[in-house]
């Protein structure tokens, strides 16, 4: 493995919220068997604050500083009490009270305190106890820098960046494939048959207490990761009741009020009325949706949200908590730019101006229903529905060789695409923890998924412009130019966790480490099938059509007359019962795991964390195309069978209290996704994509050290190196072929990955004006440098790479993060700015072949806005302005001319909010 020497000579500072906590509790009347007492007054003792009991006779402070305070309880007629109360840096301490006509003996006061882990403050407590690496992001954290959802909550982290235009995100270098998912520690299918893990922006920061980063490993989480696994922690109810209403709307400078085109047959709010296909005979055009999009004026952006909490006490020590949340969301999108195939300088392909038109809409209901049983024990049942639907139109106009290569100079080619998706993801998870006695403890977990990805009636169509005569023509230099597709997954995951842990020492509190032991399982089952009805025509070059009125064309008529005729990838014959089949892969993976997992303290400085995990994985893929993949037919399955024996290191050394350096090492895999196995092709508006049978599966040797200094209990400051070797690895890539742009998947050879990440959280104003005022002004970044190095398989016969090494697909060289906030508070009024910065610097797109290098994707600086007022505990505002800067997004072959060959903007957005809270 060759060293490489890092220079890191970029150092910012962080940011982050005041040290704060809360207390809560609930007042009973003793006199009157315990029932609720209303109205009785509570202050904090030495200074003007004070609450009532409500009906429920529930009181609450929050936001108060990290102390000790006592709280003084009084009603007429009652005995006065001063109770003493702890408040921790994200924590809420619960002190529940009995009133009577005589002092309430101190049995008759129960103090608890639950971790609060949506703060800022409390997972960076948690992370410097932590003996594994890990990063997180809280609710608190999401609403100040305005992330919407949990994929761009993951961009704040370090190292992590995401590649434009899709929901994949990459850790140190690190795609989709390397990575995992998980809800509340429970695995998740992905929602798209093309990616591994669930696409991230479906999960809204309503839902979201935290999302957590693992980027070095332990024996309890699934092993199939290299990069990292993200880790969605769900909310649960806490504190008092509540019922909150949020209204928000928005508009994109270059898109709201503009003219904007939609998919026939689609709706405002993204259901689909026949995700299925109704054809039974070729000879009738059984097709109710029009080619011929609809012209509208694009609306400006609209959401709601509705979010419900309670808490139902049943004793002293048990209660039911009850969190619902529902939301709707839609986003007008437009964006124009270029697209040209690019080989080197005199030779180019494909030359596109283009126009996208995107409308999305996601809509989401989720239930967490909590049962403390008492301080040992607790059930918890959480529901999650995520529906959402994209709706694309891609127009491009411009010249191909594909197409007319007999043209003149003066025929445009107009390709256009329209692709509609529909996805619904059912979570259902029940979770238990149970303390036995003084050190141990049982953690359970079971949950079933279901995942139903549609793609009803994707629409193509390829034409010729003839500007000479003023019209246009059909152009048909393959049957597949003019086709509607159907695709259709439906794909069940069952998982489940059971861990037992015994504390070694007299309790959890005073212990000198623990031994975890435990199972994993998982069953995954996918079943896809995709038909494509193609468009023959008889004389494509004397079939002339109006772009804005197709059907005059795709018509029952036409199909009579035998102006054209429709035909399945398996041919025309409508008597064969074949003809109609679809093509399909089937898949099903299993997995069983066991693990140990030792953690111990060699007196208070040093922590070791040892662990060892054996996995069986097997995974099942059978197919059925119209695609001869080199040593395999069209119609035949796979097998891998694999064991692995993994172990796990972790280390923790504390200098002192406010500095820890860490260390970790750990072996895990890759195994190949379903998709990158079955020979189905997906063909976009210029590419295809299809699967390699003969795919393996890669090892991963990952090893990091870290060094940490908490010059507060708000502040932290990290410095890490990190290096991974994966051998075997996988990687996408363009093949030669008759298609210009044919991608597919291949063990490429060994990688490796080399960099340095740093991150600083400070504040550098914290001023307490008085007791009712405060303003902090917090700056911070994170940052990422690093060397990634892929040596192409020099044996490899079925594809020629260009050149003997690459750098990895997505993997920024350096990565910045970086944001300013201002934060004022009055009693109860609230002011927050920020400003956030990314930055990420040219990275590889795709790896070339066949003489072709690598495209590269420019380096693209984001710069948002954030404002965000409570006039009181009950109503708040909210302003965004995203992607200030409006840079250009664009892709070059990595030639010395570096030629651009995609370009894009995709707009400013700014948004309003306003939220109430009942």
């Avoid at 989720?366 to 040992?376: D, E, P, R, T, V």
């Avoid at 036409?558 to 089937?586: A, H, I, K, M, W």
């Avoid at 959280?761 to 994170?782: F, M, P, R, T, Y």
């Avoid at 302003?879 to 409006?886: G, T």
């Amino acid at each position: 493995m060759r060293k490489i020497t890092i220079l890191l000579i970029l150092f910012i500072t962080g940011f982050t919220y005041a040290q704060t906590g809360s207390v809560v509790g609930k007042l009973t009347d003793k006199e009157y068997n315990n029932e609720p007492l209303a109205f009785a007054n509570v202050l904090i003792k030495g200074t003007t604050k004070g609450t009532t009991s409500d009906f429920d006779g529930l009181y609450a402070f929050n936001d108060l500083q990290v102390g000790d305070y006592v709280l003084v309880f009084s009603f007429v007629g009652y005995e006065t009490q001063e109770i003493p109360v702890t408040i921790t840096a994200g924590n809420v301490s619960e002190l529940n009270v009995t009133m009577s006509a005589s002092a309430a003996s101190l049995d008759e006061v129960v103090i608890t305190t639950t971790t609060k882990r949506e703060s800022e403050t409390a997972l960076l407590l948690e992370q410097k106890k932590a003996v594994t690496i890990k990063q997180a992001i809280g609710a608190q954290e999401l609403e100040k820098k305005a992330v919407s959802d949990a994929a761009d909550a993951t961009l704040k982290v370090t190292g992590v960046n995401r590649k434009e235009g899709s929901s994949k995100i990459y850790v140190r270098g690190l795609g989709d494939r390397y990575n995992s998912t998980s809800l509340n520690g429970l695995p998740l299918p992905s929602n798209d048959p093309r990616n591994k893990n669930i696409d991230l922006s479906l999960f809204s920061s309503g839902i979201i207490q935290n999302v957590g980063i693992s980027k070095s490993f332990n024996s309890s989480i699934s092993s199939d990761v290299a990069g990292a696994n993200v880790d969605i922690v769900s909310k649960e109810m806490s504190g008092k009741s509540f019922f909150k209403i949020g209204v928000s709307t928005g508009m994109n400078t270059q898109t709201t009020f503009k003219d904007f085109k939609t998919i026939d047959g689609s709706n405002w709010f993204g259901t689909v009325k026949n995700t299925h296909h109704q054809v039974r005979d070729l000879t009738v055009y059984s097709f109710d949706n029009s080619y011929s999009p609809n012209k509208i004026k694009a609306n400006p952006n609209f959401g709601l949200s509705l979010n419900y909490g309670t808490k139902i006490n049943i004793s002293d020590e048990s209660n039911i908590s009850i969190f619902l949340v529902g939301s709707t969301s839609n986003a007008y999108n437009y964006q124009e730019g270029r697209s040209e195939n690019i080989v080197d300088v005199g030779n180019v392909g494909t030359q596109f101006d283009t126009q996208t038109y995107d409308y999305g809409v996601t809509n989401m209901l989720m239930g967490s229903l909590a049962y403390k049983i008492n301080n040992n024990n607790k059930i918890s049942y959480n529901h999650l529905f995520i529906h959402s639907n994209s709706q694309t139109i891609e127009d491009f106009i411009g010249t191909t060789p594909d197409i007319g290569r007999d043209e003149d100079d003066n025929r445009l080619v107009n390709l256009i695409l329209q692709t509609e998706v529909q996805n619904k993801l059912f979570v259902n998870q029940l979770l238990s923890e149970h303390k036995i006695g003084e050190s141990f403890d049982i953690n359970a977990g079971v949950s079933y998924n279901a995942i139903y990805n549609d793609e009803p009636d994707r629409r193509k169509n390829t034409f010729i412009i003839e500007n000479d005569f003023n019209r246009t023509r059909i152009s048909q230099n393959a049957v597949r130019d003019n086709s509607r597709f159907y695709g259709n997954l439906f794909e069940e995951d069952i998982a489940g966790n059971l861990n037992f842990i015994k504390y070694i020492g007299e309790s959890r509190l005073e212990n000198k480490g623990q031994v975890a032991f435990g199972y994993n399982g998982r069953y995954t089952k996918r079943k896809f099938d995709g038909i494509y009805f193609d468009h023959n025509f008889t004389s494509p070059r004397t079939t002339f059509v109006d772009v804005d009125n197709l059907d005059a064309t795709f018509n029952q008529t036409n199909l009579n007359d035998g102006v054209f005729g429709v035909e399945t990838s398996r041919g025309r014959n409508n008597e064969d019962p074949e003809t109609y089949l679809p093509q399909l892969y089937d898949a099903d993976k299993t997995i069983h795991a066991g693990y140990g997992d030792l953690v111990y303290r060699f007196g208070e400085k040093f922590t070791a964390n040892v662990g060892v995990r054996a996995e069986n994985v097997k995974m099942n893929v059978s197919w059925d195309t119209n695609i001869d993949f080199p040593g395999f037919s069209n119609n035949s399955e796979i097998a891998l069978n694999k064991q692995y024996i993994l172990p796990a290191l972790n280390l923790k050394y504390q200098l002192n209290d406010k500095i820890n350096l860490r260390a970790s090492g750990s072996v895990t895999y890759t195994y190949p996704q379903f998709k990158e196995i079955a020979p189905f092709t997906y063909e976009g508006i210029n590419y295809q994509e299809s699967g390699n049978p003969g795919l393996l599966p890669s090892d991963n040797y990952n090893a990091e050290i870290k060094f940490e200094l908490f010059p507060k209990k708000t502040e932290l400051i990290a410095v890490g190196l990190f290096g991974k070797i994966i051998e075997n690895s996988i990687n996408r890539l363009e093949r030669n072929s008759a298609v210009e742009r044919d991608f597919t998947f291949d063990n490429s050879g060994d990688a490796t990955v080399f960099g340095a990440e740093i991150e600083a959280k400070v504040d550098i104003l914290d001023n307490e004006i008085d007791e009712n005022k405060a303003q902090i002004l917090s700056v911070g970044s994170n940052a990422t440098i690093m060397h990634t190095d892929l040596k192409f398989n020099t044996n490899n016969t079925l594809f020629n790479y260009t050149g003997t090494n690459s750098q990895l697909e997505g993997a920024s060289p350096f990565t910045i993060n970086a944001d300013v906030s201002y934060k004022f508070t009055n009693n109860d009024k609230e002011t927050i700015s920020t400003l956030v910065f990314n930055y990420q610097s040219d990275k590889v797109f795709s790896i070339g072949t066949n003489f072709k290098e690598n495209i590269i994707e420019k380096a693209v600086p984001i710069i948002d806005f954030v404002f965000s007022h409570k006039f009181n505990k009950k109503i708040g505002v909210k302003f965004n302005a995203k992607n200030l800067l409006n840079p250009s997004f664009e892709r070059y072959r990595d030639i010395p001319e570096k030629l651009t060959m995609n370009t894009y903007k995709k707009g400013v957005t700014i948004s309003a909010g306003l939220s109430v809270n009942l």
